[in-house]
């Protein structure tokens, strides 16, 4: 009977069945044929940054770019250069964004797509990944807002999602790029490619910074006296950190009232309505800053040493004098960095408006 | 077919459940699960170092805000992941969001305070940095400088007071220090340290106006309850993770347990097709048994098979019931039991009943499953279950071509699971069975055919034989009747001699007689049929018995008023040698004593009846019964009582011819034979002959007188001398001219000489020089009108189409009769007179 009983089909099928099963079970069992899931990727592992050491100067020196995926950093960088982001294909981000200079446009106000003058200063665009807010009045978190923002303001690139993606779409060398992402062409990973590319613009290795790490030689003496007038006389108390500045909000005008012009000097109120808010810009980074010329949101100082006496009377409540305000800007110049192995230097306007 | 939507449903159903067991199975994934915890952790560590961090820069020992910035966009980023997080704890999703909208309300409270707190504390440090600076460059250029006292008292005043103040902000020390830095800004210009004085004044009071709004910032910083909502989103999430995690492991459960339970059907339908496997077996097992088995233990078989059913099905009685005429009149019934016990009374005709009605009511073959009669709805039919003593019963209808069902019946003392799977199989055994018994049947038949066949061959071996002795017999009994016959009318009858030839004639006639019936037997070929009424036959017959039988036998006649006219097809001479062989029979059975009944009936089954000797198939048939008182017939006489030469008389006794040729008779005559007998009793024979419709006429069975000659000239031609002579003389008694010849040619010869001179030719059929047909064609071509009548001994010698074309009127057997020769005789030598055939001439042949 047990025979006939093997010998039979349902008897055959039965043996399959229990020896597929015996096999999943071993294998379950079997450690080394479970891919271990890797915790990391996606997941934000705890990560004990050192804060700042105590004693350590309140300046900090920039990092070397951070690793980002080639692939799309070079997207990036194509994407910024193209006009066709913008409507009538007039308009790049590196058109204001002068990547072979200072970051900027090195004008005091740019003007629009429409030729209209806009009401803010171009910030430079190096190391805007480490501002903790974006724009004179802080009102983006994220490059990702801040450049769609860009993008389809109808002063700025002017153009729509629809435009863009059916101008990337037909173009072959895009349609090839952006399969690194997968799936149909989306907005997100045009943003994506430009704000990782925005990621990649920092300007290290500044003289400053090599002092900061120890290179003793890398400021002269008056440099350094002026980054010493730099702290006791107080700019510090904002314009710290890694990127000097650029990491709070502070009130334009503390010790002298500035004159309202426009709706622009009213800064962040312009944003948030609240009546504390009057005046107050995020506090911008001093890195490469004599390369950046003109000074404030709305660009109306040209030079370094006016704008250093002004901060010192508005918002030290103090006047320096000349002798001083040349000595921080001696040390102000030592924060210029390099980009792709070349010093920042400052924009030119050789361009037409 | 039914099953296969029922099927499907269980199938989809089982698939629909499964599939919902493994999806609530389904564990939160670990990754998203740590993650979910690390940015809780995360949120939590952020927020003490958040609070340390505020509480360093407070008192000036942070140098940069980037750890602050830092610590909150982490919390931030964390927290934006706890919102995706939120959905890995299923349904209950609502606790864990509201928790994280707390969070996150806590964070932006918190990142508003801590921007005013990082702008405020920037300009507070610098004034405080500021407000030293200045206090000790005053402090070092007011030395030693008499017209400065007020002023360095007033700024001493002003250092402790703000010292006082930062030390404990307290609404006291503030207004102290304004009051100071008020009396300072008021002293009278021009003062030296003109400029620094204002800074002091201005930098103190930017101090004094911040340092509180600072604080204030510092402790809601410090209040904010990031931690306590952070741990409570934790709580609650883990506590939703706990029950989805719960869940999994009971829908882990049920999957096993569905998993186990399937196994176990598997192993129980894994079992069943053994089951079944072997039920085939078993039944391929008994139809294997029913090949090369001899016909006569086909029951057996079935009954062997009906056992091995049973023990299988664990039934304690099987049986096939075959109901109706199919298997012969009774129908039939086979079964096994399993203690060999006697069935209940009327057990199969109950159990046939019930199960013909219970099919009737539901047709198409309906299986009836019984598991506890007790449980049957109170009825006859559970009464006739429970008569027979059924606890448990199982019914298969067996259809057969047409109306006919038979039945597989199972019963069981206990009660009993009938599974409805073996049923078809039971099906498949009953065919079996029943196509074992047709089989049988079929054997059976060809059996009795062979046998028949066989006995047709003997007796036509038999009657070849007996027609050629009886041939050459004939002759010279011719012979010897026709002298005795002369001698007697020679002698004077007082004479010794003639008493002696009367004895010699007597045996002749015996003789003769024992010749009819050998040529009755051996002249079934030529069977003449045409309409008889049997009834005449029989008063014929019994007018000859009574003449022939003693007293002592009583001979009684009784006709059914439907049989009275009632006409068979036939030879009337051949079925009245029937009825005198049958009475003949039953005079010698009573041994010259009793009673001797004739009885007619008209009988019609309706199905096939199956007789003593043979069946009758069904039809109208006319019954011949012949009844005697005698000794009766035992089973072994009665099997060979039918048989040529088989005889119980003694020798001598009897020709065993009678009723042989009886048989071969009715044979003949489509008809059959039963006998019934009880020994010292009696028995009955019964003829069945197919009755004719009564509309045709039928010649009068009528013995008319015997016509004479007035002197015309016959010649009488025979190649033996003594036959001439004895012709001669027959017809000179019948008033007739004999002119006899022993040679065809010189006969011939004689007529050529005067062809007027003979009214009729009697010539012998077979003669050495020239046969009597040819001797008739060769006289007809002198006188075509001459009647020639052909005298032979061999039946069937010559055929219907050469007399005819060698123009003989008619052929008579030999020996010859005189009345049968005067009729012939006178039919042809007056063509009006007679004319019709006449019962009980044995000699006459078919008119051509």
């Not at chain 1, 900027?104 to 805007?128: C, H, K, M």
């Not at chain 2, 002023?151 to 503030?174: K, W």
């Amino acid at each position: 009977m047990k025979r006939v009983a093997l010998a039979s089909p349902v008897g055959r099928v039965g043996a399959v069945l229990a020896a597929g099963l015996l096999m999943g079970v071993l294998w379950l069992l079997w450690p080394a044929s479970r891919t271990p899931q890797p915790l990391a990727p996606g997941g934000v592992p705890i990560e004990r940054s050192p804060t700042a050491p105590a004693d350590a100067e309140p300046i900090t020196p920039l990092p070397a770019a951070p690793g980002l995926e080639p692939a799309k950093r070079q997207l990036g960088e194509k994407l910024f250069r193209d006009p066709r982001l913008s409507r009538g294909n007039t308009m790049a981000c590196a058109s204001c964004h002068h990547l072979e200079q200072a970051g900027n446009d090195g004008r005091d106000r740019p003007t629009g797509i429409n030729g209209g003058r806009l009401d803010f200063n171009v910030p430079t665009i190096f190391n805007a990944a480490l501002r903790f807010r974006l724009n004179w009045r802080g009102n983006f978190r994220t490059l990702e807002e801040l450049t769609e923002a860009v993008l389809l303001d109808a002063k700025l690139m002017n153009t729509t999602w629809d435009e863009l993606l059916a101008k990337l779409r037909t173009d072959p060398d895009y349609r090839d790029s952006f399969r690194i992402y997968g799936g149909d062409l989306e907005p997100w990973q045009v943003l994506d490619a430009l704000a990782t590319f925005q990621r990649s613009l920092l300007t290290p290795n500044s003289r400053f910074d090599r002092w900061l790490q120890g290179e003793r030689r890398a400021l002269t003496q008056e440099e350094e006296q002026g980054y010493q007038l730099f702290k006791s006389y107080g700019c510090i108390a904002c314009h710290q950190g890694v990127n000097v500045g650029g990491n709070l909000f502070q009130r334009f005008g503390i010790f002298t009232d500035r004159p309202v012009a426009s709706a622009a000097d009213l800064g962040r109120f312009t944003i948030t309505g609240q009546e504390r808010d009057g005046r107050v810009f995020r506090v911008p980074s001093l890195r490469n800053v004599a390369a950046t010329a003109p000074y404030f949101h709305d660009g109306s100082e040209p030079s370094l040493a006016g704008a250093v006496r002004t901060m010192a009377q508005s918002q030290l409540g103090r006047s320096m004098t000349d002798a001083e305000i040349d000595r921080v800007v001696r040390f102000l110049r030592t924060l210029t960095g390099e980009y792709r192995g070349r010093p920042v230097t400052t924009t030119e306007l050789s361009e037409p408006p | 077919m039914k099953a296969i939507p029922g099927l499907l449903l269980v199938i989809g159903g089982l698939f629909v459940a499964l599939t919902y067991l493994l999806i609530q199975g389904d564990v939160p994934d670990t990754v998203p699960h740590q993650r979910t915890l690390n940015a809780l952790h995360e949120v939590i560590l952020g927020d003490a170092a958040l609070q340390r961090d505020v509480l360093r820069a407070r008192a000036g020992l942070l140098r940069s805000y980037d750890p602050l910035v830092k610590a909150m966009g982490d919390m931030r980023r964390a927290t934006k992941q706890l919102g995706a997080a939120a959905g890995i704890a299923g349904a209950s999703a609502a606790a864990i969001a509201e928790h994280h909208g707390q969070l996150v309300a806590a964070l932006d409270a918190q990142e508003e305070l801590l921007e005013a707190f990082k702008s405020n504390n920037a300009l507070l440090q610098n004034s405080t940095k500021y407000f030293g600076y200045v206090s000790h460059q005053m402090a070092a250029r007011l030395t030693g400088a008499p017209d400065r006292d007020l002023i360095r008292a007033e700024a001493t005043v002003l250092s402790n007071a703000m010292l006082r103040f930062t030390g404990d902000p307290e609404a006291d020390s503030g207004a102290h220090l304004r009051a100071s830095l008020d009396r300072l800004a008021g002293l009278p210009a021009p003062l030296p340290l003109q400029t620094e004085l204002q800074m002091v004044v201005t930098h103190g009071r930017l101090i004094a106006s911040m340092l509180p709004v600072v604080d204030g910032l510092r402790a809601r910083l410090l209040a904010t309850p990031i931690t306590e909502r952070a741990r409570a989103l934790q709580e609650a999430y883990l506590t939703q993770h706990g029950r989805a995690e719960a869940r999994a492991e009971l829908s882990h459960l049920l999957l096993y347990l569905a998993a186990v339970a399937l196994l176990a059907y598997l192993a129980h339908l894994f079992l069943r097709l053994q089951a079944r496997l072997t039920f085939e077996r078993l039944i391929a097992g008994i139809a294997a048994a029913f090949v090369g088995l001899p016909r006569e233990q086909t029951a057996q078989g079935i009954r062997q098979g009906l056992a091995r059913l049973a023990a299988h099905l664990g039934a304690d009685h099987a049986y096939v019931l075959l109901p109706g005429a199919h298997h012969g009149a009774g129908g039939r019934t086979l079964h096994w039991r399993c203690d060999g016990a006697a069935t209940s009374d009327g057990w199969p005709a109950s159990m046939l009943a019930l199960c013909e009605r219970l099919n009737r009511s539901a047709p198409g073959g309906r299986v009836i499953r019984v598991r506890r009669v007790a449980a049957l709805p109170p009825g006859p039919d559970r009464a006739t279950l429970e008569a027979l003593g059924v606890c448990s019963w199982l019914c298969v209808p067996l259809r057969r071509t047409g109306e006919q069902v038979d039945f597989l019946g199972f019963e069981a003392r206990v009660g009993r699971r009938w599974r409805e799977e073996d049923v078809v199989l039971l099906r498949a055994a009953g065919e079996i069975f029943a196509k074992a018994l047709e089989c049988e049947q079929a054997l059976a038949k060809k059996e009795a055919l062979e046998a028949d066949l066989y006995q047709a061959q003997r007796m036509e071996a038999v009657g070849t034989l007996a027609s050629g002795i009886a041939h050459d017999f004939n002759n010279i009994l011719g012979a010897v009747i026709g002298y005795a016959e002369m001698a007697l009318e020679a002698l004077p009858s007082d004479s010794r001699i003639r008493e002696y030839i009367q004895q010699i004639w007597n045996a002749g006639e015996r003789a003769r007689g024992v010749i009819a019936q050998i040529r009755g037997f051996s002249r079934r070929a030529e069977v003449e049929r045409r309409p008889v009424r049997l009834r005449a036959l029989c008063e014929e017959a019994i007018g000859l018995l009574r003449a022939s039988l003693p007293a002592t036998v009583v001979i009684e006649l009784h006709v059914e008023a439907a049989a009275s006219e009632a006409v068979v097809l036939g030879d009337p001479s051949r079925l009245h040698l029937v009825i005198i062989n049958l009475c003949t029979n039953a005079a010698q059975a009573m041994d010259g004593r009793g009673l001797l009944a004739i009885s007619l009936a008209i009988v019609e089954p309706e199905q096939e009846l199956a007789l003593s000797h043979g069946v009758l198939a069904p039809g109208r048939y006319l019954r011949l019964a012949v009844t005697d008182t005698g000794h009766g017939i035992d089973a072994a006489t009665a099997e060979r009582i039918f048989e040529p030469f088989f005889t119980t008389k003694r020798l001598g006794g009897g020709t065993g011819l009678g009723l042989s040729t009886t048989r071969a008779v009715l044979a003949d005559h489509d008809g059959a034979l039963n006998l019934r007998s009880r020994l010292s009793e009696g028995s009955t024979f019964e003829v069945y002959l197919p009755h004719l419709e009564p509309s045709i006429t039928v010649a009068e069975s009528v013995i008319t007188p015997v016509p004479g000659g007035r002197g015309e000239a016959v010649m009488l031609v025979d190649d033996e001398r003594p036959l001439v002579m004895l012709g001669e003389e027959m017809l000179a008694a019948l008033g007739y001219e004999p002119v006899g010849f022993d040679s065809a040619p010189r006969a011939l010869a004689a007529f050529r000489a005067d062809p007027g001179r003979f009214d009729l030719v009697l010539t012998d059929a077979s003669m050495p020089e020239m046969t009597g047909t040819r001797l008739a064609s060769e006289l007809r071509k002198i006188r075509p009108d001459l009647p020639v009548v052909l005298m032979t001994g061999y039946p069937g010698s010559v055929p219907a189409d050469r007399l005819r074309a060698a123009g003989i009127r008619e052929m008579l057997r030999k020996p010859l009769a005189s009345h049968t020769l005067a009729e012939s005789i006178a039919r042809h030598l007056c063509p009006g007179r007679g004319g019709t055939d006449t019962a009980g001439d044995r000699g006459v042949q078919a008119e051509v």
